[in-house]
T-cell receptor, first 113, second 114 residues
Framework: GDSVTQMEGPVTLSEEAFLTINCTYTATGYPSLFWYVQYPGEGLQLLLKATKADDKGSNKGFEATYRKETTSFHLEKGSVQVSDSAVYFCALSDLNNFNKFYFGSGTKLNVKP | DGGITQSPKYLFRKEGQNVTLSCEQNLNHDAMYWYRQDPGQGLRLIYYSQIVNDFQKGDIAEGYSVSREKKESFPLTVTSAQKNPTAFYLC?????????????FGDGTRLSIL
């Protein structure tokens, strides 16, 4: 079945540090991939997405590239800010099982000034 | 602006009581979902509905029930059969038949036991 695996957190970084949060997936078909961000007490907000192999999603300085050969969709940011502190979720939707989404367990990011 | 509204933001349940969480969307989306989130955990799918008057069980449907009488509404009832209901509940929606579209989420309802 489909699944998403994320690196465990929390990840603690100093402001302006480089961020990588690893995400790998298993899918039976041709998934679309997403990164969501969740701030305390709120729902999930879409951060970026990629719908086919080699696509790069980007938003607010965050980037992730859909790598079919390694079944990965790692989230990166060159210089994090305190305001980036949140929980990040990797997710997929599968063409063979559309309208059903699979989420990773989330990675908490703490950015210190 | 279009979006998903969940209410109430906080809810308390007594032993043996059923409670209903509201989810309303004005995005004209066909598909709607309910997830449960426990502290430090990911999202687990409770129920989902792809069209009015139709819904399917997710991974943890026991102790929950839903209805989908209108396109914009997808209420979740947490029944007394759910023995550990304390969690954060999230409602989401997507356009129908739109494989490449992300889910849109409400701001959640936090349910606690009195």
């Amino acid at each position: 079945g489909d699944s998403v695996t994320q690196m465990e957190g929390p990840v603690t970084l100093s402001e302006e540090a480089f961020l990588t949060i690893n995400c790998t997936y298993t899918a039976t078909g041709y998934p679309s991939l997403f990164w969501y961000v969740q701030y305390p007490g709120e729902g999930l907000q879409l951060l970026l997405k990629a719908t086919k192999a080699d696509d790069k999603g980007s938003n607010k300085g965050f980037e992730a590239t859909y790598r079919k050969e390694t079944t990965s969709f790692h989230l990166e940011k060159g210089s994090v800010q305190v305001s980036d502190s949140a929980v990040y979720f990797c997710a997929l939707s599968d063409l063979n099982n559309f309208n059903k989404f699979y989420f990773g367990s989330g990675t908490k990011l703490n950015v210190k000034p | 602006d279009g979006g998903i509204t969940q209410s109430p933001k906080y809810l308390f349940r007594k032993e043996g009581q059923n409670v209903t969480l509201s989810c309303e969307q004005n995005l004209n989306h066909d598909a709607m979902y309910w997830y449960r989130q426990d502290p430090g955990q990911g999202l687990r799918l409770i129920y989902y509905s792809q069209i009015v008057n139709d819904f399917q069980k997710g991974d943890i449907a026991e102790g929950y029930s839903v209805s989908r009488e209108k396109k914009e509404s997808f209420p979740l009832t947490v029944t007394s059969a759910q023995k550990n209901p304390t969690a954060f509940y999230l409602c989401a929606s997507t356009p129908g038949q739109a494989v490449f579209q992300p889910q849109h989420f409400g701001d959640g309802t936090r349910l606690s036991i009195l």
